[in-house]
């Protein structure tokens, strides 16, 4: 198993772009009444779909070599959000977490530059993980910022850890055990690709 880096060349810029959240939620309902309930467990996980639009014989040449690397479910993709590769918010720079972080968490303190900003939407990677800043938020005259996020945390990150913004990005797997490349002549067809973030 490898990771690919998905390439930033306007050729893999998807014309078409979808992400979500899948949240991993148990539900249960009464036979006797009919009331559900619903419990929020760990292992939400990140979906994306994508459609790459027609393109010459020579882009999707290159197209297809990148496809055959991913080969399948074989090998992983690292992959973010291309519709917000950086921040709405003003945040740059190297942002830290100024203290540890637990397994479970959905908020981060973090270290960066005074008066620095974070908007809902926005994108970050602490540890191994891909996470979304859920509320606006402002750092102090000192830097100090409290960040909601979402999903929590699948494991403890430490204090000093790098809060990266520039596209941030999540491992995933093609959810298609095959994708076809289509061609017409002299063009390329489009193409339409499904990912699912993979995580141990």
């Not at 292992?43 to 070599?65: C, N």
């Not at 918010?89 to 303190?109: N, V």
Request: glycine letters at 8%; hydrophobic letters at 45%; proline letters at 6%.
């Amino acid at each position: 198993m490898s990771t690919i880096n998905w390439p930033t060349s306007d050729v893999f810029r998807p014309a078409h772009f979808e992400i979500a959240l899948r949240s991993n939620v148990l539900i249960s309902a009464s036979q006797f009444t009919g009331s559900i309930q619903t419990v929020e467990v760990p292992g939400a996980r990140w979906v994306i779909a994508m459609q790459l639009d027609p393109a010459e014989w020579s882009d999707q040449a290159v197209r297809e070599g990148i496809l055959s690397q991913i080969a399948g479910q074989a090998n992983r993709v690292a992959l973010w959000h291309f519709a917000r590769p950086a921040p709405r918010g003003t945040m740059r720079g190297s942002p830290t977490l100024s203290a540890t972080a637990a397994a479970g968490a959905t908020s981060l303190l973090i270290a960066t530059t005074a008066w620095a900003t974070v908007e809902a939407g926005d994108m970050g990677k602490v540890g191994d993980q891909l996470v979304q800043v859920i509320e606006p938020a402002t750092a102090d005259g000192a830097g100090a910022m409290t960040a909601k996020i979402r999903p929590a945390l699948r494991a403890q990150v430490a204090s000093g850890s790098a809060f990266i913004w520039d596209r941030p990005t999540g491992l995933f797997l093609l959810t298609q055990q095959e994708v076809r490349v289509p061609y017409q002549p002299s063009w390329g067809g489009e193409i339409s690709l499904e990912f699912v973030e993979v995580f141990a």
